[in-house]
Nanobody, 123 residues
Framework: QAQLVESGGGSVQTGGSLRLSCAAS????????MTWFRQAPGKTRELVAA????????KYSDSVKGRFTISRDNSKNMVWLQLSNLKPEDTADYFC????????????????WGKGTPVIVST
């Protein structure tokens, strides 16, 4: 069955960096748009970054643009999110998700989800 497993979360101070990883299995990774969402306590899940099937196009939320970088390796069925210059407002659970609907990047449009990895940014 399809599986997405995130890792790499943790606690950092403001200005720090983390690299989140997502390992995919059980589905055709190369035909899926890969995304990272996050959900802070009491808030709705929001799209952070997305990458096209071949990695040639990326999309970021305004709040992370210039600080986060999404990448993928289809030969390894992996996707990463590099988090830099972290701020306390980046604190959330981060989820990896896969979808196939071009131009549709809402949570309801994703086919598969991981269970998330926590990121905590302290002052």
């Amino acid at each position: 069955q399809a599986q997405l497993v995130e890792s790499g979360g943790g606690s950092v101070q403001t200005g720090g960096s983390l690299r989140l990883s997502c390992a995919a299995s059980g589905f055709t990774f190369g035909i899926h748009i890969m995304t990272w969402f996050r959900q802070a306590p009491g808030k709705t899940r929001e799209l952070v970054a997305a990458i096209s099937t071949l990695g040639s196009n990326t999309k970021y939320s305004d709040s992370v643009k210039g600080r986060f970088t999404i990448s993928r390796d289809n030969s390894k069925n992996m996707v990463w999110l590099q988090l830099s210059n972290l701020k306390p407002e980046d604190t959330a659970d981060y989820f990896c998700a896969a979808g196939t609907h071009v131009g549709r990047l809402g949570p309801q449009d994703m086919d598969y989800w991981g269970k998330g990895t926590p990121v905590i940014v302290s002052t």
